[in-house]
């Protein structure tokens, strides 16, 4: 008995049990017994929808969308009093093999520590082995910097990849994002409510970084020339006008997108590109027509220059010949 609560366990001889039993009276003379009878009943699911609810209102919207992946996998179904570098693993192993970017593993398994970390800090869920998931080995060269532009008639087979998908707003996501340079996630939120065609304006609420967007309002940025031509095109599809609540495109979740285009490309041979990939293309391509970067970052909507540095990869060949033809 503990604190009036009969502990139990089952044993496969008496010899393990006594040796457990000594075990646990040895704990409860130090004052180090635990009672782990309670989470072992408790799902990491549990956990994760708390941490969900409570701390992240105001996180960065990049981390919210990671957490139905978190949900939808088998990981969620781990019990916290049996946690193991093992759950942890699997959780790796199957988003690599699903086609996840090493980088999109790494941020997930990183949610996963900080879920685990407060849930044992904060919440008082003393979990063994609750280093898991920051010990796990994430995969190699997640964190190196990707210079990806399109090269020679890859935007063309992408465009006829994704224009034969089962959703016809595939290859028009694409155009736009090439044109307009916005994230993967603001792009699929947009809603036409959000598009001023008369003062050429975009009003983005769903951005990366969230909790400037809920203090401050929706984030306005320029609307490219090129992207509102496509945004006109949609239009002129359409028999009658759009519900403004309606979101612009129609392409699934962001998960099934992301998945669908990468094994799309592949099928035309294009390979290491991801859709955030255009985002660096689009950045370079705008970098032309806008050369003070201050200007630059006001419409690709990078937070700082340091960030934009990250997604600006001009063509060293053409500063080279720009500089020549100032200096004649």
Not at 150 to 170: H, Q, W
Not at 272 to 296: I, Q
Request: net charge positive; charged share 35%; with cysteine.
């Amino acid at each position: 008995m503990v604190d009036g609560k009969r502990i139990r366990k089952t044993f496969a001889s008496a010899a393990l049990a006594r040796r457990w039993l000594n075990e646990k009276r040895a704990e409860i003379d130090l004052g180090q017994f635990r009672d782990t009878s309670t989470i072992d009943r408790i799902p990491i699911r549990q956990l994760i929808e708390r941490y969900r609810d409570e701390c992240m209102a105001h996180r960065e919207n990049d981390r919210i969308g990671h957490i139905p992946a978190l949900l939808d996998d088998p990981v969620a179904s781990c019990m916290a009093g049996k946690w193991k570098p093992a759950d942890v693993r699997g959780f790796r192993d199957r988003m690599i093999e699903t086609g996840f970017a090493k980088g999109t593993v790494v941020k997930r398994l990183n949610l996963l520590a900080s879920i685990i970390r407060h849930a044992v800090s904060e919440w008082d869920i003393h979990m063994d082995n609750n280093a898991s998931a920051k010990i796990v080995k994430r995969p190699e060269g997640a964190d190196k910097k990707r210079n990806r532009r399109l090269v020679g008639k890859e935007y063309d087979l992408i465009l006829e990849a994704m224009s034969k998908t089962e959703y016809p707003d595939d290859v028009l996501i694409v155009r736009f994002a090439i044109e307009q340079g916005t994230r993967r996630g603001e792009a699929m939120a947009l809603r036409w409510r959000d598009v001023d065609m008369k003062r050429n304006l975009l009003s983005l609420l769903q951005t990366k970084n969230m909790r400037t967007a809920k203090v401050q309002g929706p984030e306005i940025r320029p609307l490219m020339p090129g992207a509102k031509s496509i945004l006109l095109e949609k239009l002129a599809m359409r028999s009658s006008v759009p519900n403004p609540e309606a979101h612009v495109f129609d392409v699934g979740s962001e998960d099934s997108f992301s998945l669908r285009f990468g094994r799309q490309i592949k099928k035309f041979g294009v390979h290491d590109l991801t859709f955030h990939n255009l985002r660096h293309e689009a950045t370079s391509r705008l970098a032309k027509l806008f050369p003070n970067p201050m200007d630059l970052k006001r419409i690709t909507g990078h937070r700082d220059l340091k960030s934009l540095d990250r997604y600006y990869q001009p063509d060293l060949s053409d500063l080279a010949d720009r500089a020549a033809k100032q200096t004649r």
